[in-house]
């Protein structure tokens, strides 16, 4: 724990997982105040069933705990292997790190490998590395791209886990858990458990006195590191399943990270994880079809989950970073596969998963195929031809082989303004500026002043990744050739935008991709604010209003997760008081709705009222993609 003590200006910047909230209330601890938490009670599953989606199983453990470089939990591996649960008692208490207690936010429990000797859940690594700052190693607890990409339903006792599908986690739960765990854990029996955990049990007095100031260093920094977060008004929660992915990127690179309080922004879009079987073929990525190039991508997820980047280092020390940027590509490479999707007419590496008729029920032929008929009339437009059919593989939403050979997919965008989603993610990407360092060497500021430049969040972002990137690419022995480069960024150049030209300037977009797997990605739009395919083709007034996140449970008949309360899940109001639409939680748009008066239908009515035998044999179809 010596990195505690370095003076860097943004040592801090570690500790600000552990929420303010929970720190004030783990500190409080000492003055008599305690609390705890008491996350959802899921009942253990009958059996779990892993889909085949192409990947061996070798292939998959590896990728569920592949090192991505994070220091997601700011504490030593030890710590938390060694904390027990934030529950205030005299007593011993069960292991925070025991996989029941991780999976009552979310996370999976994993299988004990040699990726995961300790048995820690689906999306958890080790992360041994050296801190590119004090230039000493660290041995902390970080998150890889499973922790955010493995989806899981139950139906009647079994659990269906799914590669690459949008997670059921609650990221702040369980950083709140963390922040109070250390706060009991200055308790004195508690700490003397925690101590013979950490140490040993025939650990001498002085070296569990400098283990009681390192606790109290950890505790005391991050909550004043949290302090200075409060007053920033406007953050919409976010819950199982979701997080405000690009604002927590962008805090965590241009104001914790830089040390740059200005830059901290609320959040304000909380989206719900995106599926990413298919993605790494498509021309552009995220909701808001925002970033080109996978690499870019990929290393700027990295860097918001809290990478390690030293952004003031001199010469050839700025920049420097834990981001194993080879790790990112194999990744990427397991993601697409190692052919061409338009020649193997099929995306090869990781698959949708296809719909388990052995557990969730038989799907209706002859009421797919009515579907099948719908969803050329209501959905191709704008998803394009659905994957199963020749028409997708030969189709011009191919774009023409670029110098490398490949093809990649353009899915259908529609701007905000048509289809009436809510407007936070794309519009908030769009509005945000940051401030950042001259020396820095961005360009395309907006204005200058005192040594800094302010600048368009997205490309600052995109210009900051790509420096990481080149930086490790420079650092190796030898440096990489362009073409390696080229080949490692996925043969696409670092492109970033926040919309589409329209009559009134650039106008923010989502992506409209393909629909495959779609049935196993619930809850739908962007910010997950509709619970199943049923409601989503169903007219705005027969949506719920507000629906519980981390119910697990599926709805095979209306296809998504069931609505009603699990106690201790979070509640998402997508709607106020007076019945109006929250922004950040809204879930209007993409309506099937005949207008009451068709010279003023709702805004985002995309097509007529689907009556109920329509919606079932569309619904019934979907489960086929």
Excluded at 243 to 257: K, M, P
Excluded at 284 to 297: A, E, F, G
């Amino acid at each position: 724990m010596d990195e505690l003590n370095a003076p860097h200006p943004v040592r801090r910047r570690r500790l600000r997982g552990l929420t303010a909230a929970a720190l004030i209330l783990a500190v409080a601890v000492g003055a008599g105040r305690a609390g705890s938490l008491d996350p959802p009670r899921y009942g253990a599953p009958a059996r779990v069933v892993w889909l085949d989606q192409g990947w061996s199983e070798a292939e998959r453990s590896w990728y569920h705990h592949a090192y991505q470089g994070t220091d997601t939990l700011p504490l030593p591996y030890a710590w938390f292997l060694a904390l027990e649960q934030p529950v205030p008692s005299v007593t011993a208490v069960g292991l925070l790190s025991d996989p029941a207690y991780l999976d009552r936010f979310g996370f999976i429990p994993g299988v004990r490998d040699g990726n995961n000797p300790d048995g820690l859940p689906v999306g958890f690594a080790r992360i041994r590395a050296t801190d590119p700052i004090a230039g000493k190693p660290i041995d902390h607890v970080g998150f890889t791209c499973a922790a955010c990409h493995t989806g899981r339903l139950t139906y009647r006792g079994t659990e269906v886990l799914v590669d690459g599908g949008p997670a059921l986690t609650d990221v702040n739960g369980l950083r709140k858990a963390v922040a109070l765990s250390l706060g009991l854990t200055k308790a004195p029996l508690r700490f003397e458990r925690f101590a013979a955990r950490v140490l040993g049990p025939g650990a001498g007095l002085a070296a569990k006195a400098r283990l009681r100031v390192e606790l109290t260093t950890l505790v005391a920094q991050g909550l004043g590191m949290e302090l200075g977060h409060l007053g920033v008004p406007g953050n919409v929660a976010e819950g199982y399943g979701r997080l405000d992915a690009l604002n927590r990127i962008g805090n965590e690179v241009f104001s914790d990270q830089m040390g740059i309080k200005a830059n901290y922004a609320p959040l304000t879009a909380p989206v719900a994880y995106p599926h990413i079987w298919d993605a790494p073929w498509f021309d552009w990525v995220q909701y808001n079809s925002s970033i080109q190039q996978p690499m870019v991508r990929n290393a700027g997820e990295a860097m918001g989950v809290r990478a390690l980047v030293d952004y003031h280092g001199a010469g050839a020390g700025r920049f420097v970073s834990t981001v194993p940027i080879d790790n990112l590509h194999r990744i990427e490479g397991m993601l697409a596969g190692d052919r061409q999707p338009t020649d193997a007419r099929r995306f090869t590496g990781l698959r949708a998963p296809k719909w388990p008729q052995d557990v969730l029920g038989r799907i209706d032929p002859t009421l797919a195929a009515q579907g099948a008929g719908l969803y050329r009339q209501h959905c191709a437009s704008c998803h394009g031809p659905a994957p199963e059919t020749p028409e997708f593989w030969t189709g011009p939403h191919w774009l023409a082989p670029n110098a490398a050979g490949q093809r990649y997919l353009r899915p259908g965008l529609s701007r905000v303004s048509d289809v009436g989603t809510d407007e936070a993610q794309a519009l908030d990407m769009k509005r945000r500026v940051v401030t950042v360092p001259l020396a820095m060497g961005l360009t395309g500021a907006i204005r200058t002043a005192n040594g800094t430049g302010t600048y368009p969040y997205g490309p600052a972002l995109g210009q900051v990744v790509e420096k990481v990137v080149t930086r490790w690419y420079d650092g190796q022995t030898p440096p990489l050739a362009q073409a390696e480069r080229q080949r490692m960024n996925g043969f696409r150049p670092n492109g970033i935008r926040d919309g589409l030209p329209g009559p009134h300037g650039t106008e923010p977009v989502y992506k409209a991709r393909p629909l495959d797997g779609i049935w196993a990605t619930a809850p739908f739009l962007h910010n997950g604010s509709v619970p199943t395919l049923w409601a989503l083709l169903s007219p705005y007034a027969e949506r719920p209003r507000d629906f519980w996140l981390g119910n697990r449970e599926f709805d095979a008949e209306k296809v998504g997760y069931a609505t009603g309360e699990v106690k201790g899940a979070t509640h998402l109001f997508t709607v106020d008081r007076q019945g109006r639409p929250i922004r950040g939680d809204a879930n209007t748009g993409h309506l099937f709705e005949t207008p009451a008066d068709p010279a003023h239908p709702r805004k985002g009515t995309i097509g007529p009222t689907l009556q109920p035998p329509d919606r079932r044999a569309l619904v019934e179809y979907l489960k086929t993609l």
